[in-house]
């Protein structure tokens, strides 16, 4: 059973999963830079609802909300980067396991041990890395 975070109730995963399926019903075919922001911000509140609570405090969301943008910011920097280096540098692998340690560095500026467990699993959180490609 998950551990008790002191936020109020954790929606289900079929919870989680119809208020996904929702925010894409209803999105813009092509979103704008704003609509596509408030998609993200979405997912994100539906995310902590489901992993830590839905009373996890507004503040600390607003603040995993800078973290996931700060984040986003690299991975599009680090994007471009592996394209043009990329190949020369090594595998895609190594590129990927620092993008997800740098999205638990991110996320731990704001969670709790306990919570960053909560959000991305005990082990992710301690040794974090992508999920192979298929």
């Known amino acids: 059973m998950a551990r008790d975070l002191g936020h109020g109730r954790r929606i289900t995963l079929s919870e989680y999963r119809e208020g996904i399926a929702s925010l894409y019903r209803d999105a813009a075919a092509m979103p704008t830079r704003e609509q596509d922001a408030t998609l993200r911000r979405a997912e994100l509140d539906?995310?902590?609802?489901?992993?830590l609570g839905i009373e996890f405090p507004g503040d600390r969301r607003d603040a995993l909300w800078h973290a996931a943008q700060a984040l986003e910011r690299h991975r599009g920097r680090a994007g471009l980067a592996a394209l043009?280096?990329?190949?020369?540098?090594?595998?895609?692998?190594?590129?990927?396991?620092?993008?997800?340690?740098?999205?638990?560095?991110?996320?731990?500026?704001?969670?709790?041990?306990?919570?960053?467990?909560?959000?991305?699993?005990?082990?992710?959180?301690?040794?974090?890395?992508?999920?192979?490609?298929?």
């Open 46 to 51: 539906l995310a902590i609802d489901h992993r």
């Open 84 to 134: 043009a280096v990329g190949p020369l540098l090594g595998s895609r692998g190594r590129l990927s396991r620092e993008l997800a340690r740098r999205a638990v560095r991110e996320y731990a500026s704001v969670l709790t041990e306990d919570e960053l467990d909560a959000f991305f699993g005990a082990g992710e959180a301690r040794d974090p890395q992508l999920p192979p490609r298929r």
